[in-house]
């Protein structure tokens, strides 16, 4: 059973930063493409915002890239998404997704 659980999620003031990390169990973690994708409020669709493959590539979305960072610990079987000077537009849900499976989500609100 895949099992994706996102943390880190919370309340921030526009240009503050966090760190949201997802554990992943129930797959071969060092070879999976790993992903963030974010949902804005009212939007059925999820935008990528980050992925990292097995690899050292990396994708940012234009909007995030210089801003955010995606890391992996293959040894945790942790991706990790560090976002700085956050603006209110990237308020949403969080999730991460390795293949074809997805997190629960994690609530970023982007306020104040």
């Known amino acids: 059973q895949v099992d994706l659980m996102e943390s880190g999620g919370g309340l921030v003031h526009p240009g503050g930063s966090l760190t949201l990390s997802c554990a992943a169990s129930g797959i071969s973690f060092a070879g999976a493409t790993m992903g963030w994708y974010r949902q804005a409020p009212g939007n059925q669709r999820r935008d990528m915002v980050a992925?990292?493959?097995?690899?050292?590539?990396?994708n940012y979305s234009d909007s995030v890239n210089g801003r955010f960072t995606i890391t992996r610990d293959n040894a945790k079987n942790i991706v990790y998404l560090e976002m700085n000077d956050l603006k209110p537009e990237e308020t949403g849900v969080y999730y991460c997704k390795a293949c074809d499976w997805w997190g629960q989500g994690t609530q970023v609100t982007v306020a104040g």
């Open positions: 992925s990292i493959k097995s690899g050292t590539t990396i």
